[in-house]
């Protein structure tokens, strides 16, 4: 009963190094998400995707790219890291949109720091 | 444009006692609201939500919230706290502009023995 996986758990970058987290889900979702978690300032949407081939800017975008080829999997890039990226990233998916009401299933994180 | 806060960073409570973490919302149309809960090194987990119906909703693990529209509120409470409540507690809204959830900066619920 896997449902939404993220790797890495951890991850430190060198200033202008490039990853990319990846983020897969086992419950057939049509939606998925990125988000970005700080201290204290709750949660921040970054991309999202109705669906393979679709994706789209949440509000947090800027430094940030996604694909989405799959239904299964939807992996962050970032190109060029800064450290106003260390953060938390969270994935999570849904079976039809937030607006739907319906709850979205998270994955346990990464944990970035870019130094 | 549609808003949520959550007024109290921390919340401390006895175990056993009552406990109430609070939330408000600012929407324009009706208020689909939800609350979330995050333990250490997790994600989020789906706790309960209101879209319609009875001002009381129940959820997962004993708890439940009481939505009261005329104050704007959706305060989540359980009736006798653990040790294992102990977690962030997120509360969001659904934003009826972009069809997304706006979440609130969390409070951090500490259950003490």
């Known amino acids: 009963n896997a449902g939404v996986t993220q790797t890495p758990k951890f991850r430190i970058l060198k200033i202008g190094q490039s990853m990319t987290l990846q983020c897969t889900q086992d419950?057939?979702?049509?939606?998925m998400y990125w988000y970005r978690q700080d201290p204290g300032m709750g949660l921040k949407l970054i991309y999202y995707?109705?669906?393979?081939?679709?994706?789209d800017k949440g509000e947090v975008p800027n430094g940030y790219n996604v694909s989405r080829s799959t239904t299964e999997d939807f992996p962050l890039r970032l190109e060029l890291a800064a450290p106003s990226q260390t953060s938390v990233y969270f994935c999570?998916?849904?079976?039809?949109?937030?607006?739907?009401?319906?709850?979205?299933?998270f994955g346990d994180g990464t944990r970035l720091s870019i130094l | 444009a549609q808003s949520v806060a959550q007024p109290e960073d921390q919340v401390n409570v006895a175990e056993g006692n009552p406990l109430t973490v609070k939330c408000t919302y600012s929407?324009?149309?009706?208020?689909?609201l939800f609350w979330y809960v995050q333990y250490p090194n997790r994600g989020l987990q789906f706790l309960l939500k209101?879209?319609?119906?009875?001002?009381l909703v129940k959820g997962s693990y004993g708890f439940e919230a009481e939505f009261n529209k005329s104050q704007t509120s959706f305060h989540l409470k359980k009736p006798s706290a653990l040790v294992s409540d102990s977690a962030l507690y997120f509360c969001?809204?659904?934003?009826?502009?972009?069809?997304?959830?706006?979440f609130g900066t969390g409070t951090r619920l500490q259950v003490f023995p």
């Open positions: 995707s109705v669906g393979a081939g679709i994706t």
């Open positions: 969001a809204v659904r934003d009826w502009g972009t069809d997304k959830l706006i």
């Open positions: 929407v324009s149309g009706n208020p689909y």
């Open positions: 419950m057939n979702h049509n939606y």
């Open positions: 999570a998916s849904s079976q039809t949109g937030q607006g739907n009401n319906q709850p979205q299933h």
């Open positions: 209101y879209i319609t119906g009875d001002n």
